[in-house]
């Protein structure tokens, strides 16, 4: 019963939660004037930001095969996009558990050991929070005279941004705070958990040291630079989406990309509330209005968040069929 509770509680909270802070961005918002710019959208720019968005998760697939090379795995390279597509999709219903996911999906279909998969995953995501960083500071120096209002806004200094500082911004920001805290202190204790199984640690960490024996570092490193240019392209290119944002510059989309890149840390289903906060806060710095900043915030997220569901059903399909298809030649060969 306990393990139930435990489970529907990891479920039900990060979808409450971001439930919660979309209804305190959104309760104002007159949802009729979606359609205006629904209809006026740039289909061909649409078009070509999902193509970047799925490049970006064929990439991170490619660039996951590569960690398995100095431990003796030779996973195909289908099945490492299929795992990523499908580890996207899983963060939908449960932030975080899609690391988890898809090194089961390896483990169930090119027998990858979880431990050594899930050690690799942890390399990654020290890579991407590094990539992270160095692009914050990037969008930092080059935007300051924003980053500087922006703080202004949060009550470091003179100023008065109405949708940040207000009683509901402040909310959503102290939501977002807890949350994180949450999701630290269930990590450490699980990790607490995982230094108990001698084996799980042992492999865990033959996993986190394949930068140093891999053979291919450069092609990680270009393909790092290319998921993260892939991740850059589909958020930049809805600006010409819509008129309204279609004048915002390239910096100014470096530092919306950031800001939306920081804020999906909050444990909700792809990021959702916190980052239409993040960009919507930042959106209004621009001079764009705060509805259509939260147009704009609202069509791309569910737009991207539908693409990732298409994918993740895409790939389970997919494997099934591959699966499928292996037994017969298998049940064939056999005759």
């Known amino acids: 019963m306990k393990k ?58 490619w660039r996951w095969r590569l960690a398995f090379e100095p431990l003796g795995y030779n996973p195909s390279s289908r099945v490492s996009v299929y795992s990523i597509f499908i580890a996207y999709a899983a963060n939908l219903v449960i932030p975080r558990v899609g690391e988890v996911s898809r090194c089961v999906v390896l483990e169930q279909y090119e027998k990858v050991p979880f431990a050594q ?5 942890v390399a990654e995501r020290a890579i991407d929070t590094l990539m992270v960083t160095m692009l914050t500071v990037i969008a930092v120096c080059l935007q ?39 999701l630290l202190y269930f990590l450490l204790r699980k990790m607490a958990l995982w230094k108990r199984i001698k084996v799980f640690i042992l492999n865990f960490s033959e996993g986190l040291t394949f930068l140093k024996k891999t053979r291919h570092v450069w092609l990680f490193v270009l393909e790092t630079v290319g998921i993260w240019f892939c991740y850059f392209m589909q958020f930049y290119l809805c600006f010409f989406c819509f008129p309204f944002s279609s004048t915002l510059s390239l910096f100014a ?8 890149s920081i804020a999906v840390v909050v444990p909700t289903p792809n990021g959702a509330g916190p980052w239409h906060f993040a960009v919507i806060s930042i959106m209004v710095l621009y001079g764009v209005s705060t509805t259509n900043a939260s147009v704009f915030a609202l069509i791309v997220h569910s737009t991207q ?5 298409v994918l993740g059903v895409y790939a389970l399909i997919m494997l099934h069929v591959r699966q499928y298809l292996k037994k017969t030649i298998d049940n064939k060969k056999r005759i």
């Open 4 to 61: 139930i509770f435990n489970k529907s509680v990891k479920i039900l909270l990060p979808m409450v939660l971001g439930a919660l802070i979309l209804y305190m961005i959104y309760s104002d918002f007159n949802f009729s004037q979606l359609w205006e710019p629904l209809r006026e959208m740039d289909l061909y720019w649409f078009a070509l930001s999902t193509f970047f968005g799925i490049m970006s998760h064929v990439l991170r697939g």
């Open 117 to 121: 998969s899930l050690g690799t995953v």
């Open 305 to 309: 968040t539908l693409l990732v569901a």
């Open 253 to 260: 989309g470096l530092m919306l990309f950031v800001a939306g």
């Open 144 to 182: 300051w005279p924003v980053f500087t209002r922006f703080l202004s806004d949060a009550g470091f200094g003179a100023g008065g941004n109405s949708f940040f500082a207000s009683a509901g911004g402040w909310a959503v920001v102290l939501l977002c705070a807890v949350a994180i805290a949450m």
